[in-house]
C-alpha cells in the first residue's frame, strides 16, 4: 500500500473495548470499488516494488549529513552527572548538535579597542564533539539585549568592518579547510545560523544583519550553508499573528536572497500541537511560511528545519491554560510525533530543544521541564540522572529509522474521518517500514485501555513485526534492560493485508524480508527527442521451473507508470509504457521490453532521470517470488 501512488487503498480501523473486538467504526479510503480485489492486491504489490528505486547500484547519500535526527544542544555538562559530555547523544543516535553558546563577537572580543581574538572558551568546547554528529553553530554580535555591539534599537553592528573581520576570522577558524584552523580541530562547522529569534525583541534591521554575516561566511566558507535566525512564537495559539507582525517583514526585505535554510521553532502542548497548526488562526503554521516564503521571492523549495522543538513532562510553574500537567509517557509519545510528522512534510532536520538534560531557566519553568534526562532540580524530579521514557524513545526512533531514505518518507493517512489514525511510510535498505499512530486525546469517548484496530494490505512478506517506541515502564526511572523495554507483536500477513491492534503508544511496523523478490535499479538521463532501448537480465535458479510474468516499468516526472490503460498518480497524457508479460524458461533469460522509444518533445527541455524496475509475481498474482539470483538491466541510445 503506497497512498502517494496508488490509486487503491483500504484501510479498516474499529475500537477495542475490554479486550473484546466490538466495530464501532469503519473507514474505507477506497478511491475506486469497481476493481477486483485481486486487481487490488497486485496494483498494491505492484507500487511497492516500484517504488523501490535507492538500491546498491545508485548513489549513496552521506548518512550523517543527511540524519534528521539533531538536540539543542547535544552536549551535557551539569555539575555531579557522571556522563557529561556527548556520552548520551551517542548512545541515542543524535546525529546534529545546535551548541548552547553562540559565537558572539561581544564574547570573542570584549575590548573593541584591542584587536586580538579570544577562543580558548569556544575551543575547549569544540574539542572533544565526536565525528558523528555535525555541528549547526550560531554566529552575530551579540545577543538580543546583552553585548552593546549593535547600534541601539538595531541589529546594526556599530562597525560593520571590525564585525566582517570578526566573522571571516571565526568561520575561517572552524571550517576545518586547513587554513588558520583551530590546532586539533575534531569536526569542521559548516552550518552558521545567524542570531536567533530576531522576531522575539523589538529591534530592528535585522535582514540587513543576516546580508551582512551570510556574505562574510561565504567570502570564506563557500560551501558553508547559512541559516537565518529561527522564527520564534514558539507556542501554537497567535503564532501565524506573530510571524506576521514581526518576522515577514525581514524576509520581505531580504527579498528572496541570503538564506540557504529557513528555521522555525516549534514548542507546545503533547494533545496534537506536533501537527503544526495555529489553533487561532485554525491553519497550518508551515503552509503559512512557506507562502509567505514565496511571496517574498524566496525558492518554492527553500529547506526549512525546525533547530528548537520540543514539549515537557511534569508541570512546570506559572503555564497558562490549557497547558496541565505531562506524564512521561505523553512527552516520549508527542516527541517521536514531532519528527516523524514535520518530516513527512518535508521539514528537513529536527533539533529537540532545550538540552538533553533538563535545566535552562532554573525557575521550574517549562523548559526546565523539557529534557529527556533529569537534572534534580525543581517539581516532578525522580533525580540527577535518572532517564525518562522520551530517553528511550529518542533511542528507538534512531535504532530504527537512522538510515532511511527521507525523501520516500509518506503520510498515508492523517486522522481525517474522525478516526485519529495515522500511518506512515518511508523506505530503508530498500524495505518499507511503516509507522503508524492513534490520537487517543482527540477521542470524545476515550477511555484508557481502549484499542484500535488497523487493517493494513499491500504488504509482501508472510508477517509483520509492531514495535511500541515507548517502553512499557511507566517511568524510565523502571525501565532496566533497553533491549527488552519495547513492547512488540507478531501478525501474520494474509494475501498481502494484516490485522493489527494500536494501543496509545506509536509503532513502528516492520516486514519479513525472507522470502522478498531482488530487485535492482537502473537510471538514464533522456531529454525530449532522446531514443533509447532497455533490456533485462534474470537468472532463474529453478532449472525445471518457469517463472512468469515479468512487469517492468518507469518512475519519471514523479509519477508511477504500471500497465496500459491504467496511469495512477496523474501522469502526462503524452506517454504509455508498454510491459511485458512472458514466461521465463529455466536458465538464463534476456528480453526486449522496451526497443526503441522516443521521448516526445514537450517543451520541457531540462534532463530527467528515468528509473527502471523489473517485478515478479508469482501466476495467482497475489504474493511475491524469491530467491532469484539476478535482476539486472541494459540499456542505450
Same mark, same amino acid.
Request: charged share 20%; net charge negative; with cysteine.
Given at each position: 500500500?503506497? /497512498?502517494? !501512488?496508488?490509486?487503491?487503498?483500504?484501510?479498516?480501523?474499529?475500537?477495542?473495548?475490554?479486550?473484546?473486538?466490538? @466495530?464501532?467504526?469503519?473507514? &474505507?479510503?477506497?478511491?475506486?470499488?469497481?476493481?477486483?480485489?485481486?486487481?487490488?492486491?497486485?496494483?498494491?504489490?505492484?507500487?511497492?516494488?516500484? +517504488?523501490? %528505486?535507492?538500491?546498491?547500484?545508485?548513489?549513496?547519500?552521506?548518512?550523517?549529513?543527511?540524519?534528521?535526527?539533531? #538536540?539543542?544542544?547535544?552536549?551535557?555538562?551539569?555539575?555531579?552527572?557522571?556522563?557529561?559530555?556527548?556520552?548520551?547523544?551517542?548512545?541515542?543516535?543524535?546525529?546534529?548538535?545546535?551548541?548552547?553558546?553562540?559565537?558572539?563577537? %561581544?564574547?570573542?572580543?570584549?575590548?573593541?579597542?584591542?584587536?586580538?581574538?579570544?577562543?580558548?572558551?569556544?575551543?575547549?568546547? $569544540?574539542?572533544?564533539?565526536?565525528?558523528?554528529?555535525?555541528?549547526?553553530?550560531?554566529?552575530?554580535?551579540?545577543?538580543?539585549?546583552?553585548?552593546?555591539?549593535?547600534?541601539?534599537?538595531?541589529?546594526?553592528?556599530?562597525?560593520?568592518?571590525? /564585525?566582517?573581520?570578526?566573522?571571516?576570522? +571565526?568561520?575561517?577558524?572552524?571550517?576545518?579547510?586547513?587554513?588558520?584552523? $583551530?590546532?586539533?580541530?575534531?569536526?569542521?562547522?559548516?552550518?552558521?545560523?545567524?542570531?536567533?529569534?530576531?522576531?522575539?525583541?523589538?529591534?530592528?534591521?535585522?535582514?540587513?544583519?543576516?546580508?551582512?554575516?551570510?556574505?562574510?561566511?561565504?567570502?570564506?566558507?563557500?560551501? @558553508?550553508?547559512?541559516? @537565518?535566525?529561527?522564527?520564534?512564537?514558539?507556542?501554537?495559539?497567535?503564532?501565524?499573528?506573530?510571524?506576521?507582525?514581526?518576522?515577514?517583514?525581514?524576509?520581505?526585505?531580504?527579498?528572496?536572497?541570503?538564506?540557504?535554510?529557513?528555521?522555525?521553532?516549534? /514548542?507546545?502542548?503533547?494533545?496534537?500541537?506536533?501537527?503544526?497548526?495555529?489553533?487561532?488562526?485554525?491553519?497550518?503554521?508551515?503552509?503559512?511560511?512557506?507562502?509567505?516564503?514565496?511571496?517574498?521571492?524566496?525558492?518554492?523549495?527553500?529547506?526549512?528545519?525546525?533547530?528548537?522543538?520540543?514539549?515537557?513532562?511534569?508541570?512546570?510553574?506559572?503555564?497558562?491554560?490549557?497547558?496541565?500537567?505531562?506524564?512521561?509517557?505523553?512527552?516520549?509519545?508527542?516527541?517521536?510525533?514531532?519528527?516523524?510528522?514535520?518530516?513527512?512534510?518535508?521539514?528537513?532536520?529536527?533539533?529537540?530543544?532545550?538540552?538533553?538534560?533538563?535545566? #535552562?531557566?532554573?525557575?521550574?519553568?517549562?523548559?526546565?521541564?523539557?529534557?529527556?534526562?533529569?537534572?534534580?532540580?525543581?517539581?516532578?524530579?525522580?533525580?540527577?540522572?535518572?532517564?525518562?521514557?522520551?530517553? #528511550?524513545?529518542?533511542?528507538?526512533?534512531?535504532?530504527?529509522?537512522?538510515?532511511?531514505?527521507?525523501?520516500?518518507?509518506? *503520510?498515508?493517512?492523517?486522522?481525517?474521518?474522525?478516526?485519529? $489514525?495515522?500511518? %506512515?511510510?518511508?523506505?530503508?535498505?530498500?524495505?518499507?517500514?511503516?509507522? !503508524? =499512530?492513534?490520537?487517543?486525546?482527540?477521542?470524545?469517548?476515550?477511555?484508557?485501555?481502549?484499542?484500535?484496530?488497523?487493517?493494513? &494490505?499491500?504488504?509482501?512478506?508472510?508477517?509483520?513485526?509492531?514495535?511500541?517506541?515507548?517502553?512499557?515502564?511507566?517511568?524510565?526511572?523502571?525501565?532496566?534492560?533497553?533491549?527488552?523495554?519495547?513492547?512488540?507483536?507478531?501478525?501474520?500477513?494474509?494475501?498481502?493485508?494484516?490485522?493489527?491492534?494500536?494501543?496509545?503508544?506509536?509503532?513502528?511496523?516492520?516486514?519479513?524480508?525472507?522470502?522478498?523478490?531482488?530487485?535492482?535499479? !537502473?537510471?538514464?538521463?533522456?531529454?525530449?527527442?532522446?531514443?533509447? =532501448?532497455?533490456?533485462?537480465?534474470?537468472?532463474?535458479?529453478?532449472?525445471? !521451473?518457469?517463472?512468469?510474468?515479468? #512487469?517492468? &516499468?518507469?518512475?519519471?516526472?514523479? &509519477?508511477?507508470? %504500471?500497465?496500459?490503460? =491504467?496511469?495512477?498518480?496523474?501522469?502526462?497524457?503524452?506517454?504509455?509504457?508498454? /510491459?511485458?508479460?512472458?514466461?521465463?524458461?529455466?536458465?538464463?533469460?534476456?528480453?526486449?521490453?522496451?526497443?526503441?522509444?522516443?521521448?516526445?518533445?514537450?517543451?520541457?527541455?531540462?534532463?530527467?532521470?528515468?528509473?527502471?524496475?523489473?517485478?515478479?509475481?508469482?501466476?495467482? *498474482?497475489?504474493?511475491?517470488?524469491?530467491?532469484?539470483?539476478?535482476?539486472?538491466?541494459?540499456?542505450?541510445?
Amino acid at each position: 500500500m503506497y /497512498y502517494g !501512488a496508488c490509486s487503491k487503498k483500504d484501510i479498516r480501523i474499529r475500537l477495542l473495548t475490554g479486550g473484546v473486538q466490538t @466495530c464501532r467504526r469503519e473507514t &474505507c479510503f477506497m478511491k475506486n470499488r469497481k476493481f477486483l480485489f485481486t486487481e487490488f492486491i497486485l496494483s498494491c504489490l505492484m507500487v511497492i516494488t516500484v +517504488t523501490v %528505486f535507492l538500491c546498491s547500484s545508485c548513489p549513496a547519500a552521506d548518512p550523517e549529513v543527511e540524519s534528521p535526527f539533531g #538536540f539543542h544542544p547535544a552536549r551535557i555538562l551539569v555539575d555531579g552527572y557522571a556522563h557529561n559530555g556527548f556520552h548520551d547523544a551517542e548512545t541515542i543516535g543524535v546525529k546534529w548538535h545546535r551548541r548552547s553558546i553562540y559565537f558572539f563577537w %561581544f564574547l570573542i572580543q570584549p575590548d573593541l579597542d584591542d584587536p586580538e581574538y579570544f577562543y580558548t572558551f569556544f575551543d575547549n568546547q $569544540m574539542i572533544d564533539v565526536p565525528p558523528s554528529l555535525t555541528i549547526l553553530a550560531n554566529i552575530g554580535p551579540e545577543s538580543s539585549g546583552i553585548g552593546d555591539r549593535c547600534v541601539p534599537g538595531t541589529w546594526i553592528p556599530i562597525d560593520i568592518d571590525e /564585525y566582517i573581520r570578526f566573522v571571516h576570522t +571565526t568561520v575561517e577558524r572552524y571550517d576545518g579547510d586547513g587554513i588558520d584552523d $583551530m590546532p586539533g580541530l575534531p569536526v569542521p562547522i559548516k552550518y552558521w545560523q545567524v542570531g536567533n529569534e530576531p522576531d522575539n525583541t523589538i529591534k530592528t534591521d535585522f535582514a540587513q544583519l543576516q546580508r551582512i554575516t551570510y556574505l562574510a561566511i561565504k567570502q570564506v566558507c563557500p560551501d @558553508c550553508t547559512v541559516l @537565518c535566525g529561527g522564527a520564534t512564537g514558539g507556542f501554537p495559539s497567535n503564532y501565524i499573528d506573530h510571524f506576521e507582525t514581526w518576522f515577514a517583514p525581514i524576509l520581505d526585505d531580504l527579498d528572496g536572497r541570503y538564506i540557504d535554510v529557513f528555521d522555525f521553532h516549534w /514548542y507546545g502542548s503533547a494533545s496534537g500541537d506536533y501537527r503544526l497548526m495555529d489553533p487561532a488562526a485554525d491553519e497550518s503554521v508551515l503552509e503559512h511560511i512557506r507562502a509567505r516564503l514565496t511571496e517574498a521571492d524566496f525558492p518554492e523549495d527553500i529547506p526549512i528545519w525546525i533547530t528548537e522543538m520540543g514539549t515537557y513532562s511534569g508541570d512546570p510553574t506559572n503555564l497558562p491554560d490549557p497547558y496541565r500537567f505531562q506524564s512521561e509517557r505523553e512527552q516520549a509519545q508527542d516527541i517521536f510525533k514531532r519528527f516523524i510528522y514535520p518530516l513527512s512534510q518535508k521539514i528537513g532536520r529536527i533539533f529537540c530543544a532545550f538540552g538533553l538534560i533538563e535545566g #535552562f531557566g532554573g525557575a521550574d519553568g517549562y523548559f526546565d521541564h523539557t529534557g529527556l534526562i533529569y537534572d534534580g532540580l525543581g517539581s516532578n524530579d525522580l533525580g540527577l540522572g535518572i532517564r525518562k521514557l522520551s530517553y #528511550f524513545t529518542y533511542w528507538k526512533m534512531t535504532e530504527k529509522l537512522e538510515g532511511s531514505d527521507w525523501s520516500t518518507l509518506r *503520510m498515508l493517512h492523517d486522522g481525517t474521518d474522525s478516526d485519529h $489514525m495515522y500511518l %506512515f511510510s518511508v523506505k530503508k535498505d530498500n524495505q518499507d517500514i511503516y509507522i !503508524a =499512530w492513534w490520537d487517543y486525546y482527540d477521542e470524545s469517548d476515550y477511555l484508557p485501555g481502549d484499542r484500535k484496530t488497523m487493517e493494513l &494490505c499491500g504488504l509482501y512478506s508472510d508477517e509483520i513485526q509492531v514495535t511500541s517506541v515507548v517502553p512499557e515502564a511507566n517511568i524510565g526511572f523502571w525501565v532496566g534492560d533497553y533491549a527488552t523495554a519495547f513492547h512488540s507483536d507478531s501478525y501474520p500477513v494474509s494475501n498481502g493485508c494484516v490485522s493489527m491492534t494500536l494501543s496509545e503508544d506509536p509503532v513502528i511496523i516492520e516486514q519479513s524480508l525472507e522470502k522478498g523478490v531482488t530487485i535492482t535499479c !537502473a537510471t538514464q538521463s533522456i531529454h525530449p527527442g532522446d531514443t533509447f =532501448w532497455v533490456k533485462v537480465y534474470l537468472t532463474n535458479p529453478e532449472q525445471d !521451473a518457469v517463472i512468469r510474468p515479468l #512487469f517492468v &516499468c518507469l518512475y519519471v516526472y514523479g &509519477c508511477y507508470y %504500471f500497465w496500459p490503460g =491504467w496511469t495512477p498518480y496523474n501522469p502526462p497524457e503524452h506517454y504509455t509504457i508498454d /510491459y511485458v508479460n512472458v514466461d521465463i524458461p529455466p536458465g538464463v533469460s534476456s528480453i526486449d521490453v522496451i526497443n526503441p522509444i522516443t521521448w516526445p518533445d514537450t517543451g520541457d527541455q531540462i534532463g530527467r532521470d528515468l528509473y527502471f524496475f523489473a517485478a515478479l509475481l508469482n501466476p495467482e *498474482m497475489t504474493a511475491f517470488w524469491g530467491d532469484y539470483d539476478t535482476i539486472s538491466f541494459d540499456y542505450g541510445p
